[in-house]
């Protein structure tokens, strides 16, 4: 690749075939406007055939992924990019790996001695080898109820269930599975969902003002994330300081646990205590208009379109210092 | 790095919310919707959308017609028209009607901006919030959504492999009036139902018009699909029956193209006064270029052969559908036999449920409709409408390869978890049509 010519020229990819196109979609739409009105020049992409042969016709462009979901988010096409020497915002692929698995992630976050729930995670076939219902009462039994039931590897809640009852638990699995193959199994933190979002433009990590997230239906689903008026957002956080400290660091420490670059979210929960309890970590966040990291990004007083615009920079400053194999 | 200052924000990412209306408040996102952002690209086989296929279309043909239509009257069909809609458009969808056996005249016609406006014109004209509308079971998504929208409280009545059961019909009525709640009409799709695939007899009709006529009650009935049957001439329509009971939406959006949007309305002439009212209130007008251009291909275009060359094309596609049904789904799956129009209607085997299964079926690269999206009171995760009249059919074959393997895979999961859905819902006492089919 050829050095970067001025202006800048970025290709925000969105779309692609994860079951989360249409919020990729949106986040995109808002990446692209934000980077444009910070100056640069910007080409929107899906995920296609097309894709190469157009990165092949853009020499020193960065590549911005704001997709969501399988393939923008597991690494696969961040593995393409390092391999073509393209430079792109966000996580390395073998980080995106660990971090796009809940499963994976949280075992990495909890060896680390950061606070998680109680998970297992557990492949539909398990249950047809051992017997669902004596593996069902086994989980009741050790994770106890309420518990949260999840698709190992998605995002916006897809496929998520709070299970109160044994027997809503199968119906919950079969939720889930319909995401994929593996399924998490987790206790159920009781408290106040936050996000945090950590950023490095280049001058180093910073944890932004922690977003609280409150749903008018209780639950922070699909539609709660998505109906613009559904969910009441409150940044900062109504913490107290050390909460929030406590929080800010969780995030920074599973940010650098996770061994992940220029920008991403962890949700977590905050305990009636006032423990932080890691629930998972976005390596490519939403940036729709009803997503929190704009929202944490705000109330940093920060702009969307300058924050952007310093991640590709900070991108294609790499793929200037990089050394030549 | 440390932050300077912090904004405080609190805030629901609308300004707005507070003054919406009540109603409005239902309008919310949806992961199944979503899915369907997905459904739209070329990898996936969409099984899914009832877009009409219009390849074979003679695009010189109406090219030409376009061209002539702006330099000879395009000061006439670029300007505002009458709310009631064009003249000679009204005189056209007359002759248009007569294929069905409706004799109508045209000043009881009034043209609209496809049949869902008509739909939702004679719903705002006769529903307030509250009041009673039977549907069949299933209906429609977008009258559903339409009554669902204006408030109406929608019961359903259940169908068969002819249409709409009269049994059903009778008993809802009664029990209707025995809650002492006023039905305002019935609607009803007697040909090639979507999402159902079946079509009433004429001695459904005779009898569901007898039903009426004694509980007087009003019919809307909607036949955007009628004049694309495979074999025979088409069933005489409802409103052929009766002139008084029954308010007919007719559309070219299947038998020419969806993008004039212009439909009709017949209805009994103080009815059709309300509706110009309320059309002259909702557009002012429907469009006239729309109205001139298609008054225009029915006069110089073979337009019954070209319904012709649209159901051959269609009843290929069919054939192709129900060919890889039998091929691809498992044992216990059954389905309708349609006569025409553009759609199948699928009754899955016990304790599968088509609604929670579009993520993995979306993963496998096919797309269908959950039959719950047919239902005002969350029935139907036992059925999917499939729809054959867009992709071609290698595509629909690949289709129904990609969904049986989908259903096996399900299948498994039921297997191992047992019948999850403990859903009250999934149980309501309405069967399906095509439900008892092998």
Redesign the interface.
Known sequence: MTASSDPLTVLVLAGG???????S?RSGRRVSQALRSGGLEVIESDVDSALLPRLADLPGAVVFPVLHGEAGEDGALREVFALLEVPFVGSIASACRVAFDKSIATTVVADAELSTPRQVALP?EI??ELG??ALVRALGDQIGFPMMVKPSRSG?A??CSKVSLP?QL??A???A???GPVAVIESFIEGTEVAVAVVD?G????A??IVEIRPDSGVYD??A????????????AELDEATAQRCSELALRVHDVLGLRDLSRTDMIVTDEGDPVFLEVNVSPGMT??SSVP?AI????WSLGKMCADLVRVAAGRAQTAPVP | MALDRVHRRDTRLDDYVDRYAARTHKMTASAIRALFAVANRPEVVSLAGGMPNITDLPLDVVGSILNELVITSGRQAMQYSSGQGEPQMREAICEVMKLEGISAHPDDVTVTVGSQQGLDLVTRIFCDPGDVVLCEAPSYVGALGVFRGLQCEVVHVAMDDNGLRPDALTEALAGLRAAGKRVKFLYCIPNFHNPAGVSQTLERRTAIMEIAQRADLLVVEDNPYGLLGFEGDPTPAMRALDSDRVIYLGSFSKTFAPGFRVGWVLAPHAVREKLVLAQESATLCPPAFSQYAISAYLANHDWHGQIKIFREMYRDRRDAMLAGLADDMPGGTSWTVPGGGFFVWVTLPPGLDSHAMLPRAVTARVAYVPGTAFYADGFGSRHMRLSYCFPTPDRIREGTRRLGEVLQYEAGVLETFGETVEDARARLPYEAPGANQA
């Open positions: 075939l994860s079951h989360e196109r249409d919020v979609l539909h249950f047809r669902a219902s916006s897809l496929g027997e199968p119906s699995m079969v939720g599975y319909a995401y433009r001058t180093g990590q910073s932004l003002p699909y539609t994330r998505y109906t613009a008026g559904a969910t009441r957002f409150l940044c900062p208009e009803t929202l705000e109330a940093a007083g």
